[in-house]
Every structure is written in C-alpha cells, then in structure tokens.
C-alpha cells in the first residue's frame, strides 16, 4: 500500500485545513487509516483514526471538537478536517494504514507540512 498525503499548507490561526490520503496498492476497504502529527522536537503524536468501513472514528481529546476524520472507500482516500487552528497545530502530518483495524501501522505516507500563523 502506498499512501500520499495533501493538502498542508500555511493558514492563519483560527482558520481550516482539509487534508487528504489517497492509497494505492491494496484493498482499500480491508485497511484502516490514521493520521499522526509530530512537530520539531516533539514526538509523534496520534490525531485521528478511522475504521476500514469508516464507520468509527477515534479523536483524541487533544483535537477533538475540532478535528474530524472521514473515509471514501471509493476513492480510496481518508481525509482530516481541521478547524479552528491554532499554532500549536503546526507539524508535519502523517498518514497511516494497517490491515484491519487495530494492532500497529503497518504503511506510513511522507507527510504534509502544516504550519499555522498567529
């Protein structure tokens, strides 16, 4: 499975940004899909989590209200809306995908880079 991320890019604080993962190689249905953010200096951190149907969502607290995670199985694509940014937000995202839906990530995209203005 090979995944490509999009969409990061330069927005003021209280603004939006959709992002989106297209896969290719596999049987996108079969996978679930995630997206991870980790800023200079920080560790990776988990954002948000989508099951292979799409029909259950995992939003930590750190994001939730604010971050939402929805999948197109028939566009193999998984998509992050980001509302309400904040400069803490600025990272490099990442997506993820594993077979099933739980145990460890098993194919990871390059990332896009978001970064958020005050």
């Known amino acids: 499975v090979q995944l490509q991320a999009s969409g990061g890019g330069l927005v003021q604080a209280g603004g939006s940004l959709r992002l989106s993962c297209a896969a290719t190689?596999?049987?996108?249905?079969?996978?679930?899909m995630g997206w991870f953010r980790q800023a200079p200096g920080k560790e990776r951190e988990f954002v948000a989590a989508?099951?292979?149907?799409?029909?259950?969502?995992n939003i930590p607290s750190s994001v939730r209200g604010r971050f939402t995670i929805s999948k197109d199985n028939a566009k193999n694509t998984v998509y992050l809306q980001m509302n309400s940014l904040n400069p803490e937000d600025t990272a490099i995202y990442l997506c993820?995908?594993?077979?099933?839906?739980?145990?460890?990530?098993?194919?990871w995209g390059q990332g896009t880079q978001v970064t958020v203005s005050s």
């Open positions: 993820a995908a594993r077979i099933g839906d739980t145990g460890g990530w098993n194919y």
């Open positions: 190689g596999g049987m996108f249905s079969s996978i679930s």
């Open positions: 989508i099951s292979r149907s799409g029909t259950i969502s």
